[in-house]
C-alpha cells in the first residue's frame, strides 16, 4: 500500500491544461485569471482633489493672503479650472481634477465662505496637501494583477476600472460525479428501515460549484453492465470522473474492474490512510482521470479536499497558497499503521495562533461533525501518540 505523500504525488504528477476562454468581466467571478492586467493609463489619471473646498496656489497662502477670490466652481468630471490673478481660487468637488496653476486644497472646514470669497480660518496650511497625484498608485502599463489569480470581487472591480471587460480565463474541465450503491436512495424519498438517503453526490457538486464548475450527478446501482455502460459514456464525455462508493473488498465492489475493463489503468487503489483507505485513482489515454473514492461520506470528504482540490488547484494554475498548520488542543491516540485524518474545529487564540481541537466522531461513516468542524488535520505515520502542543498540518474544508 502507498503513503499518502506518494498518493499525492501520483496524482499531482497527471495535472491537465484545459485551455483558456474568454469571459465577460461580470461573469468571471471564481474564474482563475490566465492573463496580466495591466493599467490602461496612469492611476489615478489626473491630480485629483480628496476633499471638497478650495484649490489654490500656495505661494499665495506662503506670501501671507487668507482671503480668496473663488473664480469659478468645478465638478467632478469637468475640465480643469485655471487662475491667472493672484488671490483667486477654485471651489472643487472630491474626484475634480486640478489645473497646474492650483496646487493645494482646503476643505470646507476650514474655510468661511461669503460674497464669492474663501477665507481660510486659523488652520495650518500645507503645500500639495489634500491631493491625489497623477500615478501615485499605478503609472501606465504597471501591471495590476497576474495570471493564476482566482477572480475576487475586488478584481472584477479593478477590470472594470481598467476597462477590461473581457477576461481571459483557465477553462474548467467537465466533471462527471458517480455515486453508487442499491442502499443508497435519493433524498426526497423516504429509505425502508435499511437504506440511507444518498448525499455524497450532491456534497461534491456543491465543493465544485465554488470553482464555477457545473458537473454533472448520476447514481449508479450495483448493477456491473450498467455501471459499465454508464461510465464508458462518461469517459467518453468528460474529461474527469468522481466517483464515491463501490471500491472495496465488497460483492458488489465492481468500480475497479469495470473501469479496467474501459481501459482506465490504474495508477494506486489504497493508502495507508484512515479515512480513506480503498480510494482508487487512475486515467485512461493519459487524458481523462477517475478519482474513485470509498463510499463514506467522511472518505469522501477527506479524500476530495487532500487530493482532488489540490490537483484542481494546480491543472487551474491557482497561484499556490502557503500550507497551513495549527496547534493540536488534545491528546490522540491512534493505534492502527495508517496516516490519521482527524476532523478539527480550528481557532486563532490570542497570540495569533492557529489551533485544532479533535472531534470526537465514530469513522468514516459519521458524517454529523462535518458541518461544524472547519478541516482535517494530517498526523504524521510513524507515530500512534499525538500530544496537546504538537503542530501538524491542516487541510480546511470550511
Ligand atoms: N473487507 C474489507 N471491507 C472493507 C474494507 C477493507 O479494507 N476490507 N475497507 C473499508 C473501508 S476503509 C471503507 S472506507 C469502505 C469503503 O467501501 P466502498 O468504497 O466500497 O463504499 P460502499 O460500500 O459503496 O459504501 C460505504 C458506505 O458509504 C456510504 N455511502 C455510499 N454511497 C453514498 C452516497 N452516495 N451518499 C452518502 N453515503 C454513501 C454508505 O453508508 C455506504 O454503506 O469499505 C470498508 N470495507
Ligand atoms: O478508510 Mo475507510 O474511509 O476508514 O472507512
Known amino acids: 500500500m502507498i503513503t499518502v505523500e506518494q498518493a499525492g504525488q501520483i496524482i499531482q504528477s497527471q495535472t491537465r491544461d484545459f485551455g483558456v476562454e474568454e469571459v465577460f468581466y461580470e461573469n468571471s467571478l471564481q474564474r482563475v485569471l490566465a492573463e496580466t492586467l495591466f493599467a490602461d493609463r496612469d492611476l489615478p489619471p489626473f491630480n485629483r482633489a480628496t476633499v471638497d473646498g478650495i484649490a489654490l496656489h500656495f505661494e499665495d497662502y506662503k506670501n501671507g493672503l487668507r482671503s480668496f477670490k473663488i473664480k469659478a466652481t468645478q465638478a467632478a468630471g469637468e475640465i480643469p479650472v485655471a487662475i491667472d490673478a493672484r488671490g483667486a481660487c477654485v471651489e472643487l468637488m472630491t474626484g475634480a481634477a486640478l489645473d497646474e496653476s492650483v496646487d493645494t486644497v482646503i476643505r470646507y472646514e476650514d474655510l468661511d465662505l461669503s460674497d464669492g470669497s474663501a477665507t481660510i480660518k486659523d488652520v495650518e496650511v500645507k503645500r500639495s ?71 455524497n453526490g450532491v456534497t461534491l457538486k456543491a465543493v465544485l460549484e465554488s470553482y464555477r464548475i457545473d458537473a454533472e450527478v448520476f447514481h449508479l446501482n450495483d448493477d456491473s453492465a450498467l455501471i459499465e455502460s454508464v461510465l464508458s459514456r462518461c469517459l467518453d464525455a468528460y474529461d474527469v470522473l468522481l466517483m464515491s462508493g463501490g471500491v472495496s473488498m465488497g460483492k458488489f465492489d465492481y468500480v475497479p474492474q469495470v473501469l479496467e475493463g474501459l481501459g482506465v489503468v490504474q495508477l494506486f487503489h489504497k493508502i495507508k ?44 494554475e491557482i497561484r499556490s497558497r502557503a500550507p497551513e498548520y495549527a496547534v ?12 490519521f ?25 459519521d458524517f454529523s461533525n462535518l458541518v461544524y468542524t472547519d478541516a482535517f488535520m494530517e498526523l504524521p505515520l510513524e507515530k500512534n501518540e499525538f500530544k496537546k502542543g504538537e503542530v501538524y498540518p491542516v487541510w480546511r474544508y470550511r
Not at 160 to 166: F, L, N, V, Y
Not at 277 to 290: S, T
Not at 356 to 365: D, F, R, V
Open 129 to 199: 496637501q489634500n491631493i491625489h497625484f497623477r500615478g501615485k498608485d499605478k503609472k501606465q502599463y504597471d501591471k495590476m494583477a497576474g495570471a493564476g489569480e482566482v477572480i475576487s470581487p475586488a478584481l472584477i472591480g479593478l477590470a472594470a476600472s481598467i476597462g477590461k471587460t473581457r477576461l481571459q480565463v483557465k477553462k474548467l474541465p467537465r466533471v462527471a460525479i458517480l455515486s453508487t450503491g442499491d442502499e443508497m436512495v435519493p433524498p426526497h424519498t423516504v429509505p425502508t428501515a435499511f437504506q440511507l438517503r444518498r448525499s
Open 341 to 365: 485524518f482527524v476532523q478539527v474545529k480550528l481557532e486563532m487564540n490570542d497570540r495569533g495562533m492557529l489551533t485544532a481541537l479533535a472531534a470526537e466522531t465514530n469513522g468514516s461513516g
Open 273 to 316: 490512510q484512515r479515512p480513506g483507505k480503498p480510494f482508487w485513482f487512475g486515467a485512461r489515454d493519459g487524458r481523462q482521470l477517475v478519482f474513485a473514492f470509498p463510499g463514506n461520506p467522511v472518505s469522501v470528504w477527506m479524500c476530495l479536499h487532500r487530493y482532488f482540490i489540490p490537483w484542481l488547484e494546480a491543472s487551474l
Open 328 to 339: 493540536l488542543q488534545n491528546d490522540i491516540y491512534f493505534p492502527h499503521s495508517l496516516q
